[in-house]
């Protein structure tokens, strides 16, 4: 079974480009999850949807920082204008959750950002 | 506030034998689940093993183990014939009855040859 996709591994940018990060969740999964891991910061969760809609935004750092899931497979990370404090990796995951439901999360292998 | 907290920032143990890491966590709901991640340096979080807490029998995948305790809030992991490749960053996680995860702050695991 395929797992959490996402997309780019990695990505070098210059300090004030816009990036957007891809991710696939696992076939059949009602909730998305956006992370961000940095050294300082451990573990935060950025945006998490639920059935495709946005349900708790609070984590995500700025207005320089959107995200989106116009359908079930599908969602993007963007950051806009990119800052050298951004630089981290960027993970995706879904999960199963509900009543009788697995509720274990799975993580996409994770988008490697440097902003320089 | 729902908290975890993994107390060992770093572990070491010998090739081959056993090492526990420990995780407790603060929650006032009854029902909920438990997962250790496994973090090796290519940064991918993999599932390790995961308990409902609902189940009072311990969760076991091959080698690792979980020693759940409700009462004391207490999970903790437990590798056995210790290898190379179990050498990682674990994370303890707990989820309740809504959406969030709430992740430990991780433990280094050293394993020596």
């Known amino acids: 079974d395929a797992g959490v996709i996402q997309s780019p591994r990695h990505e070098v940018t210059e300090m004030g480009q816009e990036v957007t990060l891809r991710c696939k969740p696992i076939?059949?999964?009602?909730?998305l999850f956006w992370y961000r891991q940095t050294m300082m910061r451990g573990l935060e969760l950025l945006i998490y949807f639920n059935n495709n809609v946005p349900i708790d935004d609070s984590g995500m750092p700025e207005d320089r920082f959107s995200a989106k899931m116009p359908n079930a497979s599908f969602s993007t990370l963007k950051i806009q204008p990119s800052e050298p404090r951004d630089s981290a990796v960027y993970f995706c995951?879904?999960?199963?959750?509900?009543?009788?439901?697995?509720?274990?999360?799975?993580f996409g292998e994770g988008s490697w950002l440097t902003v320089v | 506030a729902q908290t975890v907290t993994q107390s060992q920032p770093e572990m070491s143990v010998q090739e081959a034998e056993t090492v526990t890491l420990s995780c407790t966590y603060d929650?006032?709901?009854?029902?909920?689940?438990l997962f250790w991640y496994k973090q090796p340096p290519s940064r991918q979080m993999i599932l390790v093993i995961r308990q409902e807490a609902y189940k009072q029998q311990n969760a076991t995948e091959n080698r690792f183990s979980v020693n759940f305790q409700k009462a004391a809030k207490s999970f903790s992991l437990k590798i056995s014939d210790s290898q190379l490749g179990d050498a990682a960053m674990y994370f303890c996680a707990y989820k309740p009855g809504t959406y969030k995860y709430i992740f430990g702050t991780g433990t280094r695991l050293k394993v020596l040859a």
């Open positions: 929650t006032s709901e009854s029902d909920y689940y």
């Open positions: 076939s059949g999964h009602n909730s």
């Open positions: 995951a879904s999960s199963l959750t509900g009543v009788d439901s697995g509720n274990t999360i799975y």
